[in-house]
């Protein structure tokens, strides 16, 4: 297991369509994040899940962003009814609990979405 | 309300200069962490150090060095000997509420990031 994986790496999708993203952490590692990053700018939080507990929600994810971790492994990031200000690469990091301290946050390399 | 700023935009250097990229932080905690991470054009952040607020000394590593100032809410970045494999854009992050989640993993605050641009 060589890091976070995220498919797909691109997604160009129309308006008003719904998209669903993948991330599959580090196996041993117990809490998985997802952010959002704009051109330009720093990543932002989204939300994040330890094992399947979905424990803190961001404000910028509104009713048309739903996140899943059903078995504590891989995770789902779907936005239903896309809009073009959605248009963003969207990151995934894992950390294990008792080994963050050392290794950080490892990131994957993102889905980049496009809505036309 | 956590706020990471990096003042620099861009950054621009010819190969072998030292390149200092500074960051302020502002949080309301006594406990939180500071990171540095790299972010290549191929979009993937690299981790480069983690440092908790209750640890000052500055660290080394190779050619690149961080200079954590809590009196001023600095934790700055100092690249030695520029390389242009040094180009990317770097980030300075905070994280917070350590007494919640039982070790300031609830999640980063990044800032604008740094573009750094080393020219040979």
């Known amino acids: 297991d060589t890091g976070v994986s995220q498919n797909p790496r691109h997604k160009i999708t129309k308006r008003g369509q719904n998209v669903t993203f993948r991330c599959d952490p580090i196996?041993?590692?117990?809490?998985l994040y997802w952010y959002r990053q704009t051109l330009g700018q720093g990543p932002e939080f989204l939300t994040y899940?330890?094992?399947?507990?979905?424990?803190?929600k961001s404000r910028l994810l509104s009713d048309r962003f739903s996140a899943e971790r059903p078995k504590g492994s891989f995770s789902t990031l779907e936005i239903q009814r896309t809009e073009q200000g959605d248009s963003a690469m969207y990151l995934c990091a894992s950390i294990h609990l008792t080994l963050w301290i050392n290794y950080g946050y490892t990131f994957g390399s993102g889905t980049r979405l496009t809505v036309v | 309300a956590q706020k990471v700023t990096q003042a620099q935009t861009e950054i621009s250097v010819v190969e072998k200069e030292d390149v200092t990229l500074d960051c302020v932080y502002e949080?309301?905690?006594?406990?939180?962490?500071l990171f540095w991470y790299k972010q290549p054009p191929s979009g993937e952040l690299v981790f480069l150090i983690r440092r908790n607020s209750f640890d000052e000394q500055n660290e080394i590593s190779g050619r690149y060095s961080w200079n954590f100032q809590k009196s001023t809410s600095s934790f700055n970045f100092t690249i030695t000997a520029s390389q242009v494999v040094d180009s990317a854009v770097y980030f300075c992050a905070l994280s917070e509420s350590w007494a919640r989640s039982g070790g300031g993993a609830d999640g980063l605050t990044f800032g604008k990031g740094t573009h750094l641009i080393i020219q040979p």
């Open positions: 899940f330890q094992n399947e507990a979905q424990l803190e």
């Open positions: 949080t309301r905690d006594t406990t939180y962490y």
């Open positions: 196996s041993e590692h117990n809490r």
